[in-house]
């Protein structure tokens, strides 16, 4: 049984995203109901940006009547390209909800010429 | 099968299959991964719910990211719970493009029929990290356990 209790534990739930983005950012909004502050782990690594979010609230006891939510921590996995400046990413968690802020560099935001 | 397991017939009990259901499946297709996709047939219209029976209360659990206090409203009638939101889009997004989305926003409402052993007049809900806790205390005579059997 050991190994059927490894995969449960590296099973997760991809939280569901919105992104909306302009010229100088991108947002990515995640619902990640039941995680807090300390249970967020965001880490850049090459191109890959990795959100984790571990669930602080405990298992209650007791029978279940209805079960639909999901009990397992969150991870997302996004490709970052090369127009994104990594040092210029910011996070905010509200009301369950994790927003992303990713900045565009400076030489990929489109110029615009002036006509002389 | 034991027949005394069964402890008392809800209105809720369809949903033991559906948990019997879920446990079979996990435990024969457990080593499969499922893929990490979120697709169309995971769409939500409404929130996710967890209800709990536990000794002396009813525990109902509600995934309710993004919505604030004032746009929730519950009440309880006998037995029912109903739990009634609006949940907003962020105005953020308004006049940016949208690359994707996956989330879902407007008003929802759903009810819920709780074991008829819930007392409507103690209930507390509380809003934390995008979850509802509403916990529905449980009749004194229903806590108890005992069973008086008469003896003919």
């Known amino acids: 049984m050991d190994k059927v209790t490894t995969q449960n534990e590296r099973r997760f739930t991809v939280p569901a995203c919105r992104i909306t983005e302009d010229e100088s950012e991108v947002l990515a909004e995640m619902e990640m109901p039941g995680v807090q502050r300390e249970g967020l782990d965001i880490k850049v690594d090459g191109n890959a940006l990795t959100i984790e979010g571990r669930r602080s609230d405990e298992e209650p006891r007791g029978k279940w009547l209805l079960r639909e939510r999901s009990r397992r921590d969150y991870r997302k996995i996004f490709t970052v390209d090369e127009s994104i400046d990594r040092d210029g990413i910011s996070a905010e968690l509200v009301d369950g909800i994790l927003k992303l802020r990713l900045k565009v560099k400076e030489a990929a935001k489109p110029k615009r010429i002036a006509i002389g | ?152």
Do not use: C, H, Y
């Open chain 2, 1 to 152: 099968m034991n027949p005394t397991r069964r402890e008392r017939s809800t209105s809720l009990d369809i949903w033991d299959a559906f948990d019997e259901l879920r446990g079979e499946l996990e435990r024969s297709f457990g080593n499969f991964e499922l893929p990490a996709v979120p697709g169309l047939l995971d769409w939500q219209t409404g929130p996710l719910i967890d209800v709990v029976e536990g000794d002396d209360e009813v525990l109902v659990l509600v995934d309710v990211p993004g919505v604030r206090k004032q746009d929730l409203e519950l009440s309880v009638t006998g037995s029912l719970l109903s739990i009634k939101g609006d949940k907003k889009q962020a105005d953020e997004g308004k006049g940016r493009k949208t690359v994707r989305r996956e989330t879902w926003a407007g008003t929802f409402s759903r009810t819920l029929s709780l074991p008829d052993t819930v007392n409507p007049d103690k209930v507390e809900a509380m809003l934390k990290d995008g979850i509802l806790r509403v916990r529905i205390a449980k009749r004194e005579e229903a806590q108890k356990k005992a069973v008086q059997i008469s003896v003919k």
